[in-house]
């Protein structure tokens, strides 16, 4: 066979197969199609009805609170807004009310519920915030929730009496809070007695407000919350007092021929500045520790000064005080701030080295300029008045103070006689009495190892003389009256005496003889 005709028969047979397989490709593929088209409706019937199903689910929670939704651990899950604000104003309240917090302040504790702050939960606020949760997200996102729900917890949103929490913090500082107390000395037997100070406490009361808001708004079951206390230091420290060891200096001047008043007076004025504490920088004012001086704070009548004689008046005496005051003061080197002296000279200390007070325009002031306090005391027996200085000895650096005066001048005073036109004439007064004037110069002297290291001017001062100042009467005396002649007055006779006659006695007659019958 040739091979051409050879080739004819094998493409013939290859076109008659080929028409077989396509017709029954076709006829599949037209069932495959079909086959996919009722599945595709099912499919879409299928997701009709899970959309139906979904949204039906979606729709039976839209007026109920989503699955796993909890405030303070109660579970508001399917609960209405009804039924959730029934549960908050009651289960949930009840939680919120015993809820318990603790302030600790100074070793103290003081326990606070909620019930006590009158604490009220927004049961409306909370109940639409829960029935709210989850309702803005997407169908497929609340399926989810739904479908497999997680705890979900609502913060709580609850208001309390705002006047409850200020008492519950009035109730703490007032057992805390304290002033500060100053430490006592007293000199007892030659020796000294040093009372413990107390050191001031004071809560941070806007600090503890903040902080106690905090905790409550954590609701941090059995939270202790630390009050922050403010301490502070009195002025005067027992451990300051102590360091008071010796006397610096003493100093004495004698009142023993003062009159009662005065001498009440100069013990009673003692007595306000004995004790006195001037701590390091400190300026002690005597006015100030005196107080007033008047009849109704204690002091009695005595002679002061009044323009150029003594005259009776409230408080005499108080100036020896102040001025044996000064003489202490200058002895233990303190620095003196404000000193004045009397217009005229006193009796119980030379020119120079007194020192006057009245208050409020002059005042004895003084300065401790020492590292340490000291301590003053003062007391008069009537007779003698001591006033010492007590501190640290080592602050005097082993030197010792010598305070001395001199005289620069007197000035002796004048007779002045100054008539009187109210006085008769040979009569007189004495209306000032005869007082010395001085000028006088006072020094310091600075000693060490016995040696006089320093000697300084401390004051230059001056005391008025007053003359002696006699009222002379320059009145006529009246002429004296006449006296009047004496009447003469005649002898006065007596009658002559009235004599009675003389009656003779009548004769006794004897009785008649009694006869028998």
Known sequence: MKKKTIIAIILAMALSGAGAITFRGYAVEKEKQETEAIVLEAKAQAV????EQ?????NFWNDKVYPGVKIMGT??????????QNILETVVSEKLKEHKLTVSAKDELFPLTLKELEIEVDSTTLANEALKLGKNLSDEEKLIWIGRPQEEELGLTFGYNEEKMAEFIKKVTLKVNQEAKNATIKRTGGSFVVGKHAEGRVVDEEKLLKDLKLAIDELDSDRVVEAEIVVSLPKITSEALEKIDSQLSVYTTNYATSAAGRKYNVGFSASKINGAVIMPGETFSYNKEVGPVTAAAGFRNAGVYVGNKVEEGIGGGLCQVSSTLYQAALHSNLEIVQRRNHSMAVSYLKPGMDAVVYGPYLDLKFTNTYDNPIYISAYGDD?????????HKADMGGYTYKIFSETTSVIQPKTVEKPDPTKFVGETEIEFKPVTGYTSKTYKQTIKDGKVVKTELISQDSYKKVDKVVLVGTKPKPAE??????????????PAPVVPPVVPPAPVVPPAPVEAP
């Open 48 to 51: 009709i009805i899970q959309n």
């Open 383 to 391: 007779n003698n008045l001591t006033v010492a200085v007590y501190g």
């Open 75 to 84: 579970d508001l899950s399917g609960k209405t807004k009804d039924e959730a």
């Open 481 to 494: 009256p006449k006296p009047e002649p004496t009447p003469v007055v005649p002898p006065v006779v007596p």
């Open 54 to 58: 979904d949204q039906k689910i979606i």
